[in-house]
């Protein structure tokens, strides 16, 4: 009998075992630790992976997930549902679900067996519930034993897993967790969906990457001794070394073979390699290793039962040989081929004539077993690769509701699709599958959505209505989706589809009406066009309130509330946001949003603190809900403005840096690299704020267009970095949104505008087309709105030409800055401003005092940008105190250094340095390192002020 030819030792991989181990101390130390292990086929993977296991099996929990091959739609969350059933069979159901918190419903629908009561809410929040839940559960446990996670062949993962993989990357930040997966790096091709993971999470400081290498012609020389007990011969070495091109599981086979130790030929090909133990076999044991590889990767005792026409005994001694022989191994209650390649190899060998009657017998298999586990994805790949359409498609169906069940939102969309295809080829469809042809399309748009998705979304959207009679009624539905989808990615049109979907959707259906005229009120606020959107708000509502469906009636309230806010109706506004806020009590979805528009209001409205309250509740509540990475960023957005206006701009880095790690949607992205480059700003790097917005342009385009709020954000941030670089026509232009007269921009985004518009008059006067009186003019309409003062009294300062009353307006402005309403930035601006008047006045022992009052105040507050801005000011005037000494550290630089001082004045990046002297960017990086310590600058643009000195 033929035995295993395995080495009982691990040859060549020391080195990669020791990176494991250190990071398994990493993870043991509370660092959570990724590790991604690849090579090619036979390299040596899973062997590396058993001999670390083995080493860790006492120090830690090792749960272990399986990926499975079942073609282009894999069964959602496979090795998620493993690894979570080994942790229930090690600390039980009830402690498990007790982990699991809020998100227990969430999780008894992944796993039924645990007997929760299983949720029942059809979108994207309720997903990123249940990944939450995987992290918190694995958090939780880890704190009593460390964890070892081990996904292996994810080139095979389906999405909802890959995505349940992307989530715990990127959100484990505690906790003793080490996350191991394997590829066969060959695998994973151009488009291949797991290419783009790897990338992302390479760029990650706590992901380590091992690429197994072949062995080299000593290292094979040990592995033959290793298993052969002695010495082999220098010719056995060089045969098997050209061979095996050094990859350990062809060194094993190929020793194995007979041939080789009687000097016999080996096999030309590796398909001939991998099937040599096989054609050893008896012609019964190859029949039953035809039906296991067709089975899957991993397939269970009880399962192979049921298709293989054998006796239990004959089954036996058929696996018995397959197992002696060293072609299957025993894992568990199931068996699995003992290498990947052996599988695929075999299955080369089943003939066209079997393969249907394999895949059929494993779909009865299947179905016979459907009310113990969801194996609906199986028995659709399996009657589809029978070619029976006919039984694939109620299958394919029921699959994809199973996916929807447990929020496999990508998988759903797939056999939503695949069952697209298959209609038209089978006869009672819509019977089958109890739906009209394009509510199924609804629903596969539907699903891919809630994947993240949003573009293939809109195209199928848009596929089905071109084939869709716009007199059937599912022909609104998608109208009105494909506009959501639509403004999703930013692209103009949804206002118009929406309002053509509200002129054909039938009468009767009340619901749909209703959806549609909420989703048209909210687009026509987000676009500005507030008097529109009332009217439409105001319609939802009583439809809502009709139908007694509280959760739209508050959403179509809110929007109501934000568009009188708009329109400056603060008290109708505050009315609604409470009316709002008390319909919501009980609804997720409408409680999140009222927690968005009100911070957001507050903010607007100059209470920060308020602002900032609102926003954090509901960032605690979106945690809670699972959607942190949806309304949980915006709601973190929102709380950003106003720590950055208090002058906590670490709190703020903080939740910019969180929400980020988290690969929000781009529209939220935008929102927080906006908020970024604005901090940059303000802190004193302008060169910094430039680059960040030059990047964030493309990105931001497609909102700009169809947002206000993100039309006149961009806006601002773009004209201050301009106005900081003295670009005064650019930040003219940036400005050109705030004087649009449809729609007129909202008071709260305008104010901070006008003021802007002010200084570029003020600095340069031919740069802006708008004269001071249109300022003037468009200030007087906002005098309802609280920071209405706060802005005119440095709006009035800005535009004020003698020297002597400037003092007096810019005195004004100081004091005006000492309102709660004001931001941190603006008493140090107007105490720098103040100074700059008393300089032009003459004023000179006076103008020092206040610049040293300013760069006081900036200090104080953070606002780098000031203080650079002040010191500059007192060197242009020849002005020293204890506060602002030029050039005295200047004579400590090198000549070097002197050059790279002056092009930092010109206000040139590292890279434009590095071009002009000729050296390289990262030289050039250090040169200014120096050259900040060496003047104690804390910014370029404090460094720039300095070179002053050597003019």
Not at 188 to 214: A, C, K, N, Q, Y
Not at 543 to 569: C, D, F, L, P, Q
Not at 572 to 598: C, D, F, I, S, T
């Amino acid at each position: 009998m033929t035995t295993s030819t395995s080495s009982p030792l691990l040859i060549g991989r020391s080195g990669e075992l020791a990176r494991l181990h250190e990071a398994f101390e990493q993870a043991n130390a509370g660092t959570p630790h990724t590790v991604l292990v690849g090579g090619e086929a036979g390299i040596g993977k899973s062997r590396l992976l058993d001999a670390f296991l083995a080493d860790v099996a006492g120090q830690a929990r090792v749960l272990v997930g399986q990926c499975v091959d079942l073609g282009s739609v894999a069964s959602p969350y496979a090795p998620i549902k493993s690894v979570l059933r080994s942790l229930v069979a090690d600390v039980g159901a009830p402690e498990l679900l007790a982990a699991a918190g809020p998100a227990q419903g969430v999780l008894a629908a992944l796993l039924p067996e645990l007997g929760a009561a299983g949720a029942d809410v059809d979108t994207p929040s309720v997903r990123g519930q249940l990944h939450e839940a995987v992290a918190v559960i694995l958090e939780t446990f880890s704190r009593e034993t460390p964890i070892v996670v081990v996904i292996e062949d994810i080139h095979w993962i389906d999405s909802a897993s890959l995505s349940v993989l992307r989530f715990l990357e990127r959100v484990l930040s505690g906790g003793r967790i080490l996350l191991v997966l394997s590829v066969r790096t060959e695998d994973v091709t151009r488009g291949h969906p797991v290419r783009g993971f790897l990338s992302e999470v390479e760029r990650s400081r706590s992901v380590d990457r091992i690429e197994l290498s072949r062995l080299t012609r000593v290292q094979v020389r040990r592995q033959l001794k290793a298993i052969a007990g002695e010495a082999p011969s220098d010719a056995l070495v060089s045969t098997l070394f050209a061979r095996s091109d050094g990859i350990p599981f062809f060194v094993e086979e190929l020793f194995d073979l007979e041939a080789c130790a009687d000097g016999g030929a080996l096999p030309d090909t590796l398909r001939d390699l991998l099937l040599s133990r096989y054609e050893r076999l008896s012609d019964e044991t190859q029949r039953v290793l035809r039906i296991i590889a067709i089975g899957g990767v991993r397939v269970e005792h009880d399962l192979i039962t049921s298709v293989v026409a054998l006796s239990a005994e004959q089954l036996d001694d058929a696996v018995r040989e397959a197992v002696s022989a060293g072609v299957l191994a025993i894992d568990g209650d199931a068996y699995a081929f003992r290498h990947a390649l052996v599988r695929e190899a075999v299955l080369f060998e089943v003939l066209p004539g079997e393969r249907p009657r394999y895949h059929s017998g494993y779909a009865r298999a299947y179905e016979s077993r459907a009310g113990e586990r969801r194996v609906a994805a199986e028995i659709s790949f399996h009657w589809l690769s029978a070619h029976d359409d006919a039984r694939a498609f109620p299958a394919t169906i029921a699959a994809m509701r199973e996916a929807r069940q447990t929020y496999a939102y990508a998988t759903a969309a797939q056999m939503g699709e695949r069952a697209l295809e298959l209609w038209p080829r089978v006869d009672d469809s819509r019977e089958l599958a109890g739906m009209d042809r394009f509510e199924l399309v609804g629903r596969t748009a539907s699903y891919l959505r809630n994947a993240g998705e949003e573009e293939r979304a809109l195209q199928v959207a848009r596929h089905g209505l071109e084939e869709c009679p716009t007199d059937n009624p599912h022909y609104a539905r998608l109208l009105r989706d494909a506009a959501l989808y639509r403004a999703a990615l930013g692209r103009p049109g949804a206002i118009e589809e929406l309002t053509e979907a509200l002129r054909l959707v039938d009468p009767a259906d009340a619901t749909l009406a209703m959806t549609i005229t909420t989703a048209l009120a909210g687009r026509l606020m987000i676009d500005g066009r507030v008097d529109d959107a009332l009217q439409a708000a105001d319609r939802a509502h009583a439809m809502a309130v009709g139908a007694k469906r509280t959760a739209y009636a508050s959403v179509s309230a809110n929007i109501a509330a934000v568009s009188h806010a708009h329109r400056g109706e603060l008290d109708a506004a505050r009315a609604g946001l409470k009316q709002a806020r008390q319909l919501a009590e009980n609804e997720p979805n409408a409680l999140l949003r009222y927690w968005v528009n009100a911070s957001d209001l507050a903010y607007l409205l100059g209470e920060f603190a308020e602002a900032i309250g609102l926003a954090e509740e509901g960032m605690e509540r979106a945690r809670g809900y699972g959607v942190e990475r949806n309304s949980g960023v915006v709601l973190a957005s929102n709380a950003i403005d106003p720590l950055q206006a208090v002058g906590e701009w670490e709190r703020a880095d903080a939740l910019i840096r969180r929400g980020l790690e988290l690969d929000p949607p781009r529209v939220f992205q935008v929102y927080l690299l906006r908020a970024r480059a604005w901090g940059m700003l303000w802190r004193g790097d302008v060169a910094a704020a430039a680059e960040a917005m030059r990047s964030l342009r493309p990105m931001a385009a497609p909102y700009v267009d169809i947002e206000v709020q993100t039309r006149l954000g961009i806006a601002r941030v773009a004209a201050e970095v301009a106005i900081a670089s003295e670009d005064w026509a650019s930040a003219a232009r940036e400005l050109s949104p705030l004087f649009a007269d449809d729609p007129a921009p909202a008071p709260g985004h305008a104010l901070p505008l006008l003021w802007d518009a002010a200084r570029v008059i003020s600095a340069a006067p031919a740069a802006m087309p708008q004269p001071a009186s249109r300022i003037r003019a468009q200030l007087a309409s906002f005098t309802a709105w609280p920071t209405h003062d706060l802005w005119k009294a440095f709006i009035d300062a800005e535009l004020t030409d003698d020297s002597e009353t400037a003092v007096v307006a810019w005195s004004l402005a100081v004091e005006a800055a000492r309102s709660p309403r004001a931001a941190v930035y603006l008493r140090p601006y107007a105490l720098l401003q103040r100074a700059r008047a008393l300089i032009a006045g003459g004023a000179r022992a006076e103008a020092r005092t206040a610049l040293d009052e300013a760069i006081s105040a900036a200090e104080s507050a953070g606002v780098g940008w000031i203080v650079g801005e002040a010191e500059k000011t007192a060197v242009r005037a020849g002005l020293t105190s204890g506060r602002v000494e030029p050039g005295s550290q200047v004579d400590d630089l090198t000549a070097r250094e002197r050059q790279v001082l002056e092009l930092i004045a010109e206000g040139l990046s590292n890279r434009q340095i590095g071009e002009r002297l000729f050296i390289s960017g990262k030289t050039a990086s250090v040169h200014v390192s120096a050259i900040l310590r060496k003047l104690g600058a804390s910014s370029r643009t404090e460094a720039a002020m300095r070179s002053a000195a050597l003019r």
